[in-house]
């Protein structure tokens, strides 16, 4: 029997609900935009925390170039990257002449002559020097020997040919303007010294020059490797 009144038909309201719940017959979860938010939030903060900032990397000073944690593909340079081409070259003395733009810097040869190194060692110098050893058993760079210049009236097969005889080289009488040898290693930017024949220093480098002695030629000089 009923007393004659009637009740609304729906759903009963709950013995008991949290304050903070959402109302009844509303999604419990959030909403979905704010859930992609916060989940793309939450894992650029786990990226930020994993991988340093390349900017933190350390940097060699003797190339130029910063070191990267395994699996980076980017980092800071301290110097960007100098265009180059060989000019002259002496196939007698195995020697080059590469010229660079006049406002390269130190930091550029440096890397530079570092790069020409990374290419000896993958067998991909003849794309940056020409052969200067054409039939040595050990490679078309087995010896040899780069000059830097930044200036184009010292990047020449006359420069090379003075560097090659020496400090005490005579005048050469078929050179009507030819320059001094200490006025040339004045010019020389860099130096890379290809000798595979020798196992214990193949590869050596310099800001500037010095001779087969030690002896440092120029007030701008610099061992790299």
Do not use: C
């Not at 050893?133 to 009236?153: C, N, Q, R, W």
């Amino acid at each position: 029997m009923t007393d004659g009144t009637s009740e609304p038909v729906g759903t009963p309201e709950p013995a008991w609900r949290n304050p903070s719940a959402p109302e009844p017959g509303k999604p419990t979860g959030g909403h979905p935009i704010a859930a992609a938010v916060g989940g793309i939030f939450a894992l650029w903060l786990i990226l930020w925390i994993v991988i340093p900032n390349p900017k933190d990397q350390p940097t060699d000073p003797t190339t130029g170039q910063t070191t990267t944690t395994p699996g980076m593909t980017t980092g800071t340079r301290s110097a960007p990257h100098v265009t180059s081409r060989t000019v002259a070259v002496l196939p007698d003395y195995n020697a080059v002449a590469v010229l660079v733009p006049p406002d390269t810097t130190d930091a550029q040869v440096a890397q530079l002559l570092q790069r020409f190194k990374t290419a000896r060692q993958d067998e991909t110098l003849p794309q940056y020097i020409p052969p200067t050893s054409t039939g040595d058993k050990l490679g078309p760079h087995a010896i040899a020997d780069i000059y830097v210049f930044s200036e184009t009236e010292w990047a020449t097969a006359d420069s090379l040919l003075i560097l090659a005889r020496g400090p005490h080289s005579p005048p050469d009488p078929e050179t009507k303007h030819r320059h001094t040898f200490a006025e040339t290693v004045g010019r020389i930017r860099g130096h890379y010294v290809i000798n595979l024949h020798e196992a214990e220093r193949r590869d050596r480098a310099s800001i500037g020059y010095a001779d087969e002695d030690g002896h440092i030629h120029g007030s701008h000089y610099e061992e790299l490797f």
